[in-house]
């Protein structure tokens, strides 16, 4: 189910003075099963632009076609849309209501209209999927878990829709260390175990580095890049002028090629870095 915007932009507040146009002529393709990750400084236009990706914003101008379906046109069902791309917010435990994690995690298959059955399965198979304990955790009150698993609780009641697209919005924001690795483990396993099409957007570009295949650089409401990580990453001073970082393995990787340790071009990877290293010491060679 591919996503194409073609042509997008999107003006907040237009003819009022604080006009401000946000997205300028984005042009993009995300195809069945990738990983992309969107990055940019804020204000670039990345969260707008997600929110065009299941009809939450219509463009000002241009088209957002789902599964080759335009989003705008009369007649299109967009609560449709959004069971098949679901969105993620920052803070999605910030949206938990329902008395238990199991009645939450249900809220939306519940307004499919589907049968007690296919309800419980689903939810089940969500809670499976995030690595929570039906048995241990269904009935328990949403606020008495962790910040992790309260992440954890908002993402399965996105998948008990069996979305075919999943857009997380900044998706370990606040998070401590160990809320962090559970919920960027979680992320991997749905795209590697199921195919998931996943679009994240994140400020770390550590977290970028480990888990997407490719990624878009947003600037000023435009499309400023669009590769792979060993593409865009070796691009570092661009994106340093843009108000973004590097993976630490690619500054560590600048300091020792400063250094006259021959580490390869577009490495991204702390493995690629420790290699280089590794076989530079075993030649017995000194740094310049």
Do not use: W
Not at 194 to 222: F, K, P, Q, W, Y
């Amino acid at each position: 189910m591919p996503i194409a915007v073609e042509g997008v932009s999107y003006v907040y507040m237009a003819g009022s003075p604080y006009e401000t146009k946000a997205l300028d002529n984005v042009n993009l393709t995300i195809e069945d099963g990738e990983f992309v990750a969107l990055i940019g400084h804020t204000g670039s236009g990345k969260s707008t632009l997600v929110q065009h990706l299941n009809g939450l914003l219509s463009p000002t101008s241009g088209r957002v076609l789902v599964d080759g379906q335009d989003l705008a046109q009369k007649g299109t069902d967009k609560r449709a849309v959004r069971f098949r791309v679901g969105l993620v917010f920052q803070y999605p435990e910030n949206q938990l209501f329902e008395e238990t994690v199991e009645k939450d995690i249900a809220f939306g298959p519940k307004n499919l209209g589907l049968a007690q059955e296919e309800i419980s399965r689903r939810v089940k198979d969500a809670m499976r999927r995030v690595a929570l304990s039906y048995d241990e955790l269904s009935q328990r009150s949403v606020f008495e878990l962790s910040g992790g698993q309260m992440r954890r609780v908002a993402i399965a009641g996105v998948l008990a829709m069996e979305p075919k697209v999943l857009v997380l919005d900044e998706p370990c924001a606040g998070l401590d260390p160990h809320g962090r690795e559970e919920i960027l483990g979680l992320i991997r396993r749905l795209h590697a175990e199921s195919g998931t099409t996943i679009v994240m957007v994140s400020h770390s570009m550590d977290d970028v580095a480990n888990l997407a295949e490719r990624v878009i650089v947003m600037d000023h409401g435009t499309v400023a890049m669009d590769g792979t990580p060993r593409e865009v990453f070796s691009r570092g001073d661009r994106l340093r002028e843009m108000g973004l970082d590097v993976p630490q393995a690619v500054e560590l990787a600048e300091a020792l090629r400063a250094r006259g340790i021959p580490v390869p071009q577009g490495a991204y990877l702390p493995g690629e870095v420790a290699r280089a290293i590794l076989a530079f010491a075993g030649k017995g060679e000194e740094p310049c």
